[in-house]
C-alpha cells in the first residue's frame, strides 16, 4: 500500500520551492496576455508534487493548482491541473525526454473557441537550480502544434 518514491519521484524534488513567474499567453484573438506572480512547490513525502500559484493578469487576480507524480504501474508521470480562471480539470500523463530537462505533459481540454476538444501539452523545462520555464501548446485540427503560453520561472 505504502509506495516508495522512484527516480522518477526525485526528479520532481528540483522544483520545490518558492518562485515567481512571467508568463505570455497569445489569444485567440492575435492579443498577448501578460501575467506574472508566485508559485510555492512542495511534495507529499516525495510522491507528488503540488504546485500552487497565483498571479496578476490584464483579467484580473486569478490562483492555480497543479499535481505531478509517477505511477509506476503505468509507467509515466501523471497529474493534474485546475485554475480560479476555468470550469474543467485536466488530467497530464507524461514522461521525460532522454536529457531528463524537459517533463512534458499531455492533456485533452476544450478547444479555446468553445466547441470540442484539442489535444495539449505542458512542457517544464529545467534550465538549473534556480530557473525553468514552461511551454504550453495546442494541436490544431490539422495536427500542428502551436505554442500558446511560455512562463519563466524564477527560486525566490
Known sequence: MFSQPQSEHEWLEQLVGEWKFEHECSMPDGSINQAEGKMTCRTL??????????????????????????????????????????????????????????????????????????????????????????TSEMQTDDGEWVQFMSGKHTRV
Open 45 to 134: 513525502n516525495g510522491m507528488w508534487l503540488l504546485s500552487e500559484s497565483s498571479g496578476e493578469s490584464e483579467e484580473g487576480a486569478w490562483s492555480s493548482l497543479m499535481s505531478i507524480g509517477f505511477d509506476p504501474k503505468l509507467g509515466h508521470y501523471v497529474g493534474t491541473f485546475m485554475g480560479s480562471m476555468m470550469a474543467n480539470i485536466w488530467h497530464y500523463q507524461g514522461c521525460l525526454d532522454e536529457s531528463k530537462t524537459r517533463l512534458q505533459l499531455a492533456a485533452e481540454g476544450p478547444k479555446f473557441e468553445g466547441e470540442g476538444t484539442a489535444h495539449y501539452r505542458d512542457t517544464i523545462i529545467v534550465i538549473d537550480e534556480n530557473n525553468w520555464r514552461m
